[in-house]
């Protein structure tokens, strides 16, 4: 399959991460689940992407894929930033800058609802789970720091089970930037978490994103978590899952949700998905 | 008594003490009474523990018990744990093993004491052997199901920080799974510790089961063979007590729901 963006010309804004025709049929019985319908995006480097879609649409099965934890049925995603390979000048193509992911990557870390910290570890040992290449005081002073970044100072030898809701997902997010990825990429992170919590998650993930600069994927349902957050929002159609619109926010932060402009946004995404916002 | 009446502070201990004295109380009675010569007072049993004591047998025979129960036990450890991670983690081993294990499951380690003497003749061995049929199959099921409940969401995150096949087993798999493995060690103790007493009456010449077969074949001594039916299973308790208490480990205690 040809590469997706070749471009000769420098862009302003390094592609990072791009999707070509990502396509994702379920199999099983005879049945056949079309999920996903040719998925094609462009993620920046260090941009805030928000997929929004209805719940079972397929966002949580396309950044599996984006993950390499499943292979899709067709298409491919490709990492920018390296150069592996050359494509035969077969069709005046170029350098091919990237590589295709084939699998999971410590460049680029999963981020799971906050049961996804491991029970059996303290803080400490989940934000040192990946750094087992460090040398002992590298890790120290990188867990140490990890638990700063995410305000668990104080709980380095607690157990998840002793921590909220809240505490867990950011240990989870502690844990993921510890190994210092290009990218994250949260599953509705936030959804099991009360909505005040989610509130406060919220700009504590902006602050991280603000100081990290990682570039993230981030699946959500809720339209207001989607704006409030993020770069571009790409709105997903319910299953077989299209791209039906790709909407830019171009409000900076620390956003007004009371503002005009936000308003409109977010308006025209409720309408775009065929909601009404008058309850 | 309603579940939630308060508690009082000596009622822990008052309680089974209670129950422990009449127990002791029905049974001196119930001796008396039918004018039994054959079944002994708890008295009698009592100084059918000082004669063992003085003896020097007791300490002797659990010391030689417990061993015997170690030996078996911690080789159905090491047999069973790396076994059974093996075929939770790979499914073809498992449906390749697992008819066999089924299969051999339920027959009574008892029921092996033949084919015991006739490998290991009569003497630790053969004890030794029948411990460790009795206490790995446990080990070995609760391991494999403790592998295959382990959520998928911890295998891929373990992945994703890139860990091999190996260190994912040690450090993802083997920890996520080891609550429900703590189960299967219990039970893998408690029916060794049962298995024990049958494997010494029959393979070896000291011990708490040889204890109390020797005790009614020379001389019909009930005293000492109650004796010994205490003494096993206070051991019991106590071994059970001791596995119970690493289930409130902290790496595991996620695991289990504690009441209070």
Redesign the interface.
């Known amino acids: 399959m040809a590469h997706p963006v070749i471009s000769t010309t420098a862009p302003a804004v390094k592609t990072k991460l791009s999707l070509d025709e990502v396509t994702m049929v379920f199999r099983s019985d005879g049945n056949s689940v079309e999920v996903l319908d040719r998925i094609s995006l462009e993620v920046r480097e260090g941009e805030f992407v928000c997929v929004l879609g209805p719940s079972g649409c397929g966002k949580s099965t396309l950044l599996n894929i984006v993950?390499g934890?499943i292979p899709p049925t067709s298409g491919a995603v490709w990492i920018e930033g390296e150069q592996v390979g050359f494509i035969p000048p077969t069709s005046g193509a170029v350098w091919i800058e990237g590589e295709q992911v084939r699998?999971?990557?410590?460049r680029?870390?999963?981020v799971?609802q906050e049961?996804?910290v491991?029970?059996?570890?303290t803080v400490e040992g989940n934000i040192g789970?990946?750094l087992?290449r460090l040398s002992r005081q590298e890790k120290a002073q990188r867990i140490a720091h990890y638990v700063k970044l995410v305000g668990l100072e104080g709980f380095e030898r607690a157990?998840?089970?002793e921590l909220s809701g809240g505490m867990k997902q950011r240990l989870e997010v502690a844990r993921a930037l510890a190994?210092n990825p290009d990218m994250l990429f949260l599953d509705e992170p936030f959804g099991a978490l009360d909505s005040i919590t989610r509130l406060g998650m919220r700009t504590e993930l902006l602050r991280i994103w603000e100081l990290e600069r990682k570039t993230i994927i981030f699946v959500t349902h809720d339209i207001e978590e989607a704006v409030q957050l993020s770069d571009r929002v790409v709105v997903l159609s319910a299953r077989p899952a299209r791209i039906r619109r790709i909407v830019e926010i171009d409000i900076p932060h620390p956003r007004d949700i009371s503002d005009p402009r936000y308003l409109e946004l977010r308006d025209g995404i409720f309408e775009e998905i065929g909601l009404a916002h008058k309850i | 008594m309603t579940s939630n009446a308060v508690i009082r502070r000596w009622e822990p201990y008052f309680w089974p003490l209670f129950a422990m004295a009449v127990f002791l109380g029905v049974w001196h009675a119930g001796v008396k009474w039918s004018g039994t010569r054959v079944f002994p007072s708890p008295l009698d049993v009592e100084r059918g523990f000082a004669e063992l004591l003085r003896k020097g047998l007791l300490w002797r025979y659990i010391g030689d018990s417990l061993l015997r129960v170690g030996a078996g036990y911690a080789l159905a450890i090491t047999c069973g744990i790396p076994l059974g991670l093996l075929l939770g983690w790979y499914p073809a081993a498992a449906a390749l093993v697992n008819p066999v294990i089924q299969m051999l499951r339920p027959i009574s380690p008892l029921a092996w004491i033949p084919l015991a003497i006739v490998w290991f003749g009569t003497g630790d061995l053969s004890a030794i052997f029948l411990i460790f049929l009795a206490s790995f199959f446990p080990v070995v099921v609760s391991t494999m199901n403790g592998v295959r409940d382990v959520p998928a969401m911890f295998r891929q995150a373990g992945q994703n920080f890139g860990l091999s096949t190996a260190a994912l087993l040690r450090r993802v798999v083997f920890p996520a799974a080891l609550p429900q493995v703590l189960v299967g060690l219990r039970i893998a103790l408690g029916v060794a510790w049962l298995v024990l007493v049958a494997a010494e009456m029959i393979a070896v010449t000291s011990g708490l089961g040889y204890l109390i077969i020797d005790s009614r074949n020379a001389g019909q001594r009930y005293d000492l063979v109650i004796a010994g039916m205490l003494i096993i299973g206070l051991i019991g308790l106590g071994l059970d007590i001791g596995v119970r208490r690493l289930e409130m480990w902290k790496s595991v205690r996620w695991g289990f729901r504690h009441e209070a």
């Open positions: 993950a934890f699998g999971p990557d410590p680029r870390i999963f799971f049961r996804g491991f029970p059996w570890l789970f990946g087992y157990y998840p089970q190994v």
